[in-house]
């Protein structure tokens, strides 16, 4: 991260910064992704979106699950949500399983990634795998998927899980 804003940072609509966390060591990512965290938040951020991998690939000692709670932690929030999905991207998950265009990925050459072999594309396992809190796997019953979603306040309690909506379609 930079040692201060770039020229015309505070002014930008997004900010968008890119550690190279997908592969790097768990540590080194958790750093990179909470100093970039610490600037968002020092530019005025209002949201914060971690961006992983369309297509989920990630060894058990991956990032997502670690990554995703550091930064739960850092911004005093106790769940999230993932979704795999980007029907744009010809990513979509159906009953847990990621699918790149028709194919899962462990049944593609994404199997044999020399640094992010995709073995398993149930991502429910994937982020379990790395996670240290517990994977809730929801499915949407209605085209908004996200209709009644609530944020956790007074009254509304949010036990402390990493939480994959599941978006199938984008009907």
């Not at 968008?16 to 990179?32: D, H, L, M, N, Y």
């Not at 990554?67 to 932690?73: I, N």
């Not at 929801?138 to 949010?158: Q, T």
């Amino acid at each position: 991260m930079p040692e201060r804003p770039f020229p015309h940072e505070h002014d930008a609509d997004a900010v968008v910064p890119a550690p190279k966390s997908r592969t790097a060591p768990r540590q080194e990512a958790i750093t990179a992704s909470l100093a970039a965290l610490h600037h968002l938040i020092a530019l005025g951020c209002e949201r914060v979106w971690f961006k992983y991998c369309s297509t989920f690939d990630s060894v058990p000692q991956g990032n997502i699950g670690p990554v995703t709670e550091a930064l739960l932690d850092a911004l005093g929030e106790r769940c999230t949500v993932l979704c795999a999905a980007c029907p744009d991207n010809g990513r979509t998950v159906y009953r847990g399983h990621l699918f790149v265009d028709d194919t899962l990925p462990s049944d593609s050459a994404m199997r044999h990634h020399p640094l992010t072999p995709m073995t398993d594309s149930d991502v429910r396992r994937t982020l379990a795998a790395h996670s240290t809190q517990p994977v809730d796997a929801r499915r949407p019953h209605s085209a908004d998927p996200l209709r009644g979603a609530r944020r956790p306040g007074p009254g509304r309690p949010c036990s402390r899980r990493l939480t994959n909506y599941w978006i199938s379609s984008t009907t």
